[in-house]
């Protein structure tokens, strides 16, 4: 189709001007739903997270993240804020995101509100991550102080080094499984792990095999030794319980011959 050449350039610029304007026009109303959404949206996220701060304060959520770690960890990362402040902090922006889903779409721009919907979907593996890292953290401080204990009434050398060598492999285990649920390089890390555990594993046997050749055959010696040592004690025993067996079969048939000589001792 061919276009009209233009006769009058007064009315041009009065269709052109007339055309943004009504397109500016209708997307007033996008634009007011737009910011009415992010406000009242804002406005609730604060309180939610107000609520769920003032909850895990008051069952001691604190308390329990110091316990396992968690607190520090999130000190380490510069926060300023306590454990349960910090999970406030997280859920407040969550419902911020989900708002700005809302918010977009009613803008009538679906690409931005696709890639926060994404983000989205992506955060309950963190918020799990995290639950994971929290409960390794117990159970490590946990195996760390059962392990002191049992190794020190044991009479065991170094209990400090085997408890801590214990917790280590508490987080490792709990990183390893924190990272596959956030999906960030799942199979390096899993390589990696799998690695480290493998050099570990030969490491120790040719630890083992190779230096621990005099240390095995003298506790085999030993035990062999203490067995020579035991046999004529278990084999006198033994012909003690057989004659004390005889003794009762003559008495029980009521012979009066006179007892057989007796091997002396």
């Known amino acids: 189709m061919v276009n009209a050449p233009v006769g009058d350039w007064g009315t041009a610029v009065m269709s052109s001007v007339a055309a943004a304007l009504a397109i500016l026009l209708s997307s007033i109303p996008k634009v007011i739903g737009?910011?009415?959404?992010?406000?009242?949206?804002?406005?609730?996220?604060?309180?939610?997270?107000?609520?769920?701060?003032?909850?895990?304060r008051a069952v001691h959520f604190n308390d329990l993240a110091k316990r396992s770690g968690f607190a520090g960890f999130v000190q380490q990362m510069g926060i300023k804020r306590d454990s349960a402040g910090f999970l406030a902090d997280l859920a407040k922006w969550f419902?911020?995101?989900?708002?700005?889903?809302?918010?977009?779409?009613?803008?009538?721009?679906?690409?931005?509100?696709?890639v926060l919907q994404q983000l989205l979907l992506w955060l309950p593996n963190l918020v799990v991550a995290m639950v994971v890292l929290v409960l390794a953290g117990l159970a490590a401080n946990a195996l760390h102080g059962l392990v002191r204990g049992a190794t020190a009434e044991a009479g065991l050398g170094n209990p400090e080094l085997l408890a801590n060598i214990a917790r280590v492999a508490v987080w490792a285990f709990a990183i390893v499984i924190a990272v596959n649920q956030i999906g960030i390089a799942t199979a390096l890390v899993n390589t990696l792990f799998m690695a480290t555990i493998g050099a570990l594993a030969l490491a120790l046997?040719?630890?083992?095999?190779?230096?621990?050749?005099?240390?095995?055959?003298?506790?085999?010696?030993?035990?062999?030794e203490r067995s020579q040592k035991a046999a004529p004690r278990m084999a006198e025993a033994a012909d003690r319980m057989q004659l004390r067996a005889e003794d009762s079969a003559q008495t029980a048939n009521g012979t009066t011959s006179a007892p057989a000589a007796r091997p002396v001792a």
């Open 34 to 56: 737009f910011a009415l959404i992010l406000i009242i949206g804002w406005l609730v996220a604060s309180a939610i997270a107000a609520v769920v701060a003032t909850v895990l």
């Open 95 to 114: 419902v911020r995101l989900i708002v700005l889903v809302a918010a977009f779409d009613a803008l009538g721009l679906p690409a931005v509100s696709t």
């Open 205 to 224: 046997g040719l630890s083992f095999g190779l230096g621990g050749r005099e240390t095995a055959a003298q506790i085999v010696r030993g035990w062999y």
